[in-house]
């Protein structure tokens, strides 16, 4: 029998040469070639994280879009909308030149009050005004939550000790009580002119007095990022320390001071819609809660007028209800249990529909 040749593969070494029977016929693969396509490969796939990147880079730090946001992001807008606008459209606040307590027609929409002004119009007004309290308070609020807070979480030592004993001094003050003997103090005082018993005096006791609770929150996530990889690197680079708080634990602490500032604004709301109902609020501007004092002076109850009471508080009520469903959408950034919590809900439904049990965690048992 005679001898089988062996055949021999086509294949290729590492040479980038091919191999086989017939070999010399083969053009050569270079080596250098395909170093240049992997090295575009790898380029490209750069590009395209990059890009990704770039997208995302402040996704994590945004709330989901959901009902609870969409919802909340309505209200609040629309109410925006109409303390902005409102004024443009309507009379003078303080025209008393209408008929005394009519109820809501065609020629005023609302009513009018026991003075004959017109009840949209002080509406209007005084959801301005209140916006401006509940923005400027929850400002000055966050500001003071931040010193005292991120501040003393991240330096800690004397510093820590001693802030963190101011705020809790303050912590466990009653808030409303303090609120009360200082706006009137300070709107009696003498020397303060035109701030003496306006909005933005209201305002700045309203933030003085509300930043404790923020800050105590604010110095244990400080705490928690000082001791990240990233901070400590930046620290051992020679930065100074406040650009590793402006920039390095600041930016981690978005979803968490916008939450903060939202609880601002609605304490500041209805901290002024109380002072203003006893009577110590602003006299100088029109909010909504001296719209209530007003009714309530003017013993809108009694005479039947729920046109002077009822629209600005039903303003105070959705302002509120709409600032805390997107405090609650900010809450599931910040919580990752309460965003998957809606999911795991729909899948434990979806189980029990088919006779399957559910772990707590959300997966099947």
Do not use: C
């Given at each position: 029998?005679?001898?089988?040749?062996?055949?021999?593969?086509?294949?290729?070494?590492?040479?980038?040469?091919?191999?086989?029977?017939?070999?010399?016929?083969?053009?050569?693969?270079?080596?250098?070639?395909?170093?240049?396509?992997?090295?575009?490969?790898?380029?490209?796939?750069?590009?395209?994280?990059?890009?990704?990147?770039?997208?995302?880079?402040?996704?994590?730090?945004l709330p989901s879009r959901s009902g609870k946001l969409i919802t909340g992001v309505v209200i609040v807008g629309l109410i925006t909308l109409f303390g902005i606008f409102g004024p443009m459209i309507a009379q003078p606040p303080r025209d008393s030149s209408n008929e005394a307590l009519q109820p809501p027609s065609a020629e005023h929409w609302l009513g009018t009050t026991k003075l004959g002004y017109d009840v949209f119009s002080q509406l209007?007004?005084?959801?301005?005004?209140?916006?401006?309290?509940?923005?400027?308070?929850?400002?000055?609020?966050q500001l003071l939550a931040v010193i005292f807070g991120v501040f003393a979480g991240y330096f800690g030592g004397v510093l820590d000790e001693v802030l963190t004993l101011f705020t809790n001094i303050v912590l466990v003050i009653p808030g409303l009580p303090v609120v009360m003997v200082i706006a009137a103090y300070v709107q009696n005082a003498e020397g303060l002119g035109p701030l003496a018993r306006s909005s933005l005096l209201v305002a700045l006791v309203l933030g003085i007095?509300?930043?404790?609770?923020?800050?105590?929150?604010?110095?244990?996530?400080?705490?928690?990022?000082?001791?990240?990889?990233?901070?400590?690197?930046?620290?051992?680079?020679?930065?100074?320390?406040?650009?590793?708080?402006?920039?390095e634990i600041l930016p981690n602490l978005v979803p968490l001071l916008a939450a903060q500032f939202i609880f601002g604004v609605i304490f500041a709301v209805l901290g002024e819609a109380g002072l203003s109902y006893l009577g110590l609020g602003p006299t100088g501007s029109i909010t909504l809660g001296t719209m209530l004092n007003d009714a309530q002076t003017g013993q809108a109850v009694g005479t039947g007028a729920w046109w002077w009471f009822v629209p600005p508080g039903l303003i105070i009520a959705a302002l509120g209800a709409g600032l805390s469903l997107i405090n609650f959408a900010i809450d599931e950034v910040v919580n990752p249990k309460l965003r998957l919590a809606p999911e795991n809900a729909k899948r434990q439904r979806r189980a029990a529909k088919a006779g399957k049990g559910v772990a707590d965690t959300g997966a099947f048992a």
């Amino acid at each position: 029998m005679a001898d089988s040749q062996p055949t021999l593969d086509r294949t290729a070494d590492d040479s980038g040469y091919a191999m086989g029977d017939d070999a010399p016929f083969q053009s050569p693969v270079s080596a250098e070639a395909v170093r240049e396509t992997a090295r575009e490969a790898s380029a490209t796939a750069a590009i395209a994280a990059a890009t990704s990147t770039r997208a995302g880079r402040f996704r994590h730090i945004l709330p989901s879009r959901s009902g609870k946001l969409i919802t909340g992001v309505v209200i609040v807008g629309l109410i925006t909308l109409f303390g902005i606008f409102g004024p443009m459209i309507a009379q003078p606040p303080r025209d008393s030149s209408n008929e005394a307590l009519q109820p809501p027609s065609a020629e005023h929409w609302l009513g009018t009050t026991k003075l004959g002004y017109d009840v949209f119009s002080q509406l209007a007004w005084g959801t301005q005004g209140s916006l401006f309290i509940g923005i400027v308070a929850g400002i000055v609020a966050q500001l003071l939550a931040v010193i005292f807070g991120v501040f003393a979480g991240y330096f800690g030592g004397v510093l820590d000790e001693v802030l963190t004993l101011f705020t809790n001094i303050v912590l466990v003050i009653p808030g409303l009580p303090v609120v009360m003997v200082i706006a009137a103090y300070v709107q009696n005082a003498e020397g303060l002119g035109p701030l003496a018993r306006s909005s933005l005096l209201v305002a700045l006791v309203l933030g003085i007095t509300g930043w404790a609770g923020s800050a105590v929150v604010l110095r244990a996530q400080a705490r928690s990022l000082r001791t990240r990889e990233y901070v400590a690197a930046a620290r051992v680079a020679g930065e100074k320390p406040s650009r590793i708080i402006f920039v390095e634990i600041l930016p981690n602490l978005v979803p968490l001071l916008a939450a903060q500032f939202i609880f601002g604004v609605i304490f500041a709301v209805l901290g002024e819609a109380g002072l203003s109902y006893l009577g110590l609020g602003p006299t100088g501007s029109i909010t909504l809660g001296t719209m209530l004092n007003d009714a309530q002076t003017g013993q809108a109850v009694g005479t039947g007028a729920w046109w002077w009471f009822v629209p600005p508080g039903l303003i105070i009520a959705a302002l509120g209800a709409g600032l805390s469903l997107i405090n609650f959408a900010i809450d599931e950034v910040v919580n990752p249990k309460l965003r998957l919590a809606p999911e795991n809900a729909k899948r434990q439904r979806r189980a029990a529909k088919a006779g399957k049990g559910v772990a707590d965690t959300g997966a099947f048992a």
